[in-house]
């Protein structure tokens, strides 16, 4: 049997602001790895950034897209660079030809 694609889109998770948000959404991924195929694509707002980021990370069995936008400035501003940002990460899944069985959204808020 295949192990299924897993995309998993969380509201928190570590990132260089928190190391430890949403440590618990990484270890369940984690956890799940040796039975899925895992990628993670989280995107995270900073205000000690001016310009969006991207890095893609593979450890503990799992695949890692983290963007990281800034989040100054009114809500107007803050929404076209999380949309940005996120348009950013899915590219950077599409280009990287993962194509999930199934998308979990783990704490649903602007992620969903």
Same mark, same amino acid.
């Given at each position: 049997?295949?192990?299924?694609? +897993?995309?998993?889109?969380?509201?928190?998770?570590?990132?260089?602001?928190?190391?430890?948000?949403?440590?618990?959404?990484?270890?369940? +991924? &984690? =956890?799940? %790895?040796?039975? *899925? @195929?895992?990628?993670? $694509?989280?995107? /995270? !707002?900073?205000? @000690? &950034?001016?310009?969006?980021?991207?890095?893609?990370?593979?450890?503990?069995? /799992?695949?890692?897209?983290?963007?990281?936008?800034? =989040?100054?400035?009114?809500?107007?501003?803050? +929404?076209?660079?999380? $949309?940005? %940002?996120?348009?950013?990460? $899915?590219?950077?899944?599409?280009?990287? !030809?993962?194509?999930?069985? $199934?998308?979990? *959204?783990? /704490?649903?808020?602007?992620?969903?």
């Amino acid at each position: 049997m295949n192990r299924p694609k +897993i995309l998993h889109i969380p509201q928190w998770y570590p990132n260089p602001d928190d190391i430890q948000l949403g440590i618990f959404i990484q270890k369940q +991924i &984690i =956890a799940t %790895a040796s039975d *899925c @195929n895992n990628l993670v $694509l989280s995107i /995270i !707002g900073s205000k @000690n &950034i001016s310009t969006n980021s991207l890095t893609i990370n593979e450890s503990n069995g /799992i695949k890692e897209f983290q963007v990281v936008y800034c =989040a100054k400035g009114n809500a107007y501003k803050r +929404i076209k660079f999380y $949309l940005r %940002a996120l348009q950013k990460g $899915l590219s950077a899944v599409a280009d990287s !030809g993962f194509y999930p069985d $199934l998308i979990h *959204c783990h /704490i649903a808020g602007r992620n969903l």
